[in-house]
């Protein structure tokens, strides 16, 4: 029997070219457990961290509302419930989650959403469309944050909102470097219980190693013509929300 090529999760995370093929192959096996290894990792935390961003978001009735990497859709059907009449369009690039977020709004019978599957690098919108992006550990996934950036900033209206909440980096060296190894040795373990793969859920610790952070990005927001920015922060830094504006 012929065994499937694994990838290499550091070679596949440090390349601009290979990491989008990565993250597709690996959303694609995990989706079916997404929702549960969410709320074991997070300890149920992850809740209440995006009804955070959801509530910071603000969006109103007759916005037009984008999520993007909705993954199995929390956070678009949570932003379209607000939107009485406004549209929610959830984007993501792994047709095996956007098929649990398809069986989620036929369940609810969600009129108002919508669910894409394309990269966020190219999104099939025109230019100025939704009054508000949302992305749940999103531009961590990405392979050039300062382009999805710029293609965030395209699809926004002026005055249009962006609420990014991602994996962050404390402060402080320490509990920095502790929280890594955190995340390393609780996602290998995890992975090799469920998928008898370490690297399953060490995904996440190695690509937290390359992501710029909270900071990070607040400043690639600011280069990309964002006003307005800004970052909240969970737990000493171990999560955060980075925001702003279109101006
Ligand atoms: C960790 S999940 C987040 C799902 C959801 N937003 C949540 O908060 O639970 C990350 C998602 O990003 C998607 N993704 C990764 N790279 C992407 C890209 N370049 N364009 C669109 N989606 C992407 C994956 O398919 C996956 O569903």
New binding site residues.
Partial sequence: MRRRQKLNLIEHVSSKEKK?LY??KL?QTIAPRYDFI?AFLSYGMDKRW?RRLITMAGASEGETALD?????G??TFAIARRLSGGLAAG????QA?LDIAEQKRKKTAAGNVAFHR????RMPFADETFDCVT????LR??PDIAGALAEIKRVLRPGGRLFSLDFGHPRNGLYRSLYLKYLTVAGSALGLALHGDADTYRYIAETLKRYPGQRGVMALMTEAGFAQTGVHEFGGGIMAINYGVKP
Avoid: H
Avoid at 68 to 72: F, L, Q, S
Avoid at 135 to 138: E, H, I, K, N
């Fill in positions: 989008l993250a597709s959303f969410t995006k993007i990497a909705c993954g199995t929390d956070i984007l993501d690039l792994t989650m394309a990269d966020i690098m992305g749940g550990y999103a996934n990405v």
